[in-house]
């Protein structure tokens, strides 16, 4: 059974970066799958930030392209996101995901619970 | 960016009424069209990939259909365990994008 588990800071002051970890359990983090970040403020909608492949490939939402870092670490079996320069526009709940089996990128099947980033002095 | 409309942003309906929501790319994206169900306090829950598969597990009442840039998704007979948020996402082209949202609740 394919688990993923967010953990870090939920409080980041305004100008800090926000860090975030996505443990892996039951896959490789070395599978053939594009592992994903998608966030969602309080109230609205989903928003992708981005995705890593297990070469340490990456891609990025150009509206966050500048600030964002996704780096993979296998020896963990995990994947983690920097956000720096943060706002409050940045509170949100931030979710770590992969695609479902059978595909690399696409339809996001396993989802962590979710954890809430506040961003406030 | 490929743009996804998504309506109505919400709706209300009876419990075995018909249910549909419609999702309109801003670009063609062929098949590559996913609806997600969300119960608040949860992450979102694939239901539907590429248009029209049902993901296994999901209850046959879920549906989806469309190609190109407009898709629709129906649930058959609304039950209670329904009342949740629904989005679309393409998968098309990068970034990947969701719709608005569509918040069904009970009448």
């Known amino acids: 059974q394919v688990q993923l588990q967010e953990s870090g800071p939920g409080l980041v002051k305004p100008s800090g970066t926000l860090s975030l970890t996505c443990g892996v359990s039951?896959?490789?983090?070395?599978?053939?799958?594009?592992w994903t970040w998608v966030r969602q403020p309080p109230g609205k909608g989903l928003e992708w930030i981005g995705e890593?492949?297990?070469?340490?490939?990456?891609n990025y939402n150009p509206s966050l392209k500048s600030r964002v870092t996704i780096f993979i670490d296998k020896s963990k079996n995990q994947f983690s996101l920097n956000l720096n320069s943060v706002t409050a526009a940045d509170t949100a709940v931030y979710y770590c995901?992969?695609?479902?089996?059978?595909?690399?990128?696409?339809?996001?099947?396993?989802w962590g619970q979710g954890t809430l980033v506040t961003v406030s002095s | 960016d490929i743009q996804m409309t998504q309506s109505p942003s919400s709706l209300s309906a009876s419990v075995g009424d018909r249910v549909t929501i419609t999702c309109q790319a801003s670009?063609?994206?062929?098949?590559?069209l996913n609806w997600y169900q969300q119960k608040p306090g949860k992450a979102p829950n694939l239901l539907i990939y590429?248009?029209?598969n049902l993901k296994p597990g999901v209850p046959s009442r879920f549906s989806g259909s469309g190609s190109g840039t407009d898709f629709t998704f129906t649930i058959s007979s609304l039950q209670p365990e329904d009342i949740a948020t629904y989005y679309c996402q393409q998968y098309d082209k990068l970034p990947l994008t969701f719709g608005g949202g569509t918040k069904v609740e009970i009448k």
């Open positions: 039951g896959d490789s983090i070395s599978s053939s799958k594009w």
């Open positions: 590429d248009a029209s």
């Open positions: 890593i492949y297990h070469t340490g490939s990456t």
């Open positions: 995901a992969r695609p479902s089996s059978g595909y690399s990128s696409g339809p996001l099947d396993y």
């Open positions: 670009q063609d994206i062929t098949k590559y």
